[in-house]
């Protein structure tokens, strides 16, 4: 009979209710690894506190879902599991709004088009960067890049917004390398687009009009397969 009472005592026992200071307990450890990883100082706090939790009685945890934002910033949702008896028994989606404040470089000047950069022309600043797309690694180097467009002054300088320098530029003369079976000949000519190492451009030979499609295999070098 005691037995019985106990089972059932242990049946009827009240749920536990999950707290806020709960739910931070795994938030906090969750921001400060994806937000918050890499020199960037993350701060958050709850948009709408979770209330009206509960969990089985006896032991339960909290765990962050595996499905959470892998690098969140500005307005999220967070998906929270009570996990008892091993088990996921509930999935809680906390909303939380993450700040996020990192060193960033930004044009100290208009920078045109197609600009080479260098560190005379930028400068690091730590910013808030909630709102900030792909902002460019101030420890990435910035030799052997330059801006895709116009930046106007005190902007950051974005992942987007910049290039590598081409291996050849439109307009300037370039080796212009002739395959043909083992023969190598060489020859000159002028590139009429930028290019990268790998790609293909149209290159006018020297002395005529003639354009070939040449592909770009070093600095100021192209090469064409003559078939």
């Given at each position: 009979m005691f037995?019985?009472?106990?089972?059932?005592?242990l049946q009827t026992a009240p749920p536990a209710h999950v707290t806020a200071d709960d739910f931070a307990s795994v938030l906090g450890p969750y921001v400060r690894e994806t937000a918050g990883s890499g020199g960037v100082h993350a701060e958050w706090s709850f948009r709408t506190v979770p209330s009206g939790v509960t969990a089985p009685s006896g032991r339960y945890s909290l765990r962050v879902a595996g499905t959470a934002p892998v690098s969140p910033k500005g307005h999220v949702g967070v998906p929270v599991e009570v996990v008892s008896g091993g088990k996921a028994?509930?999935?809680?989606?906390?909303?939380?709004?993450?700040?996020?404040?990192?060193?960033v470089y930004?044009?100290?000047?208009?920078?045109?088009?197609?600009?080479?950069?260098?560190?005379?022309?930028?400068a690091v600043r730590r910013i808030e960067t909630t709102t900030v797309a792909d902002p460019y690694p101030v420890l990435a180097p910035v030799t052997g890049?330059?801006?895709?467009?116009?930046?106007?002054?005190?902007?950051?300088?974005?992942?987007s917004l910049i290039e590598e320098l081409p291996a050849v530029r439109r307009d300037e003369r370039v080796s212009l390398l002739v395959r043909s079976s083992n023969l190598t000949i060489g020859a000159s000519g002028v590139a009429k687009d930028d290019g990268r190492i790998g790609e293909v451009i149209p290159v006018q030979r020297a002395g005529t009009k003639e354009l070939v499609r040449a592909k770009v295999v070093g600095q100021q070098i192209v090469e064409v397969e003559n078939h």
């Open positions: 037995r019985t009472l106990l089972i059932l005592m028994v509930r999935t809680v989606v906390c909303s939380i709004y993450i700040r996020t404040f990192e060193d930004v044009a100290v000047r208009p920078l045109r088009k197609h600009e080479e950069l260098s560190a005379d022309v930028l890049y330059r801006t895709r467009r116009m930046v106007s002054p005190n902007s950051v300088i974005r992942t």
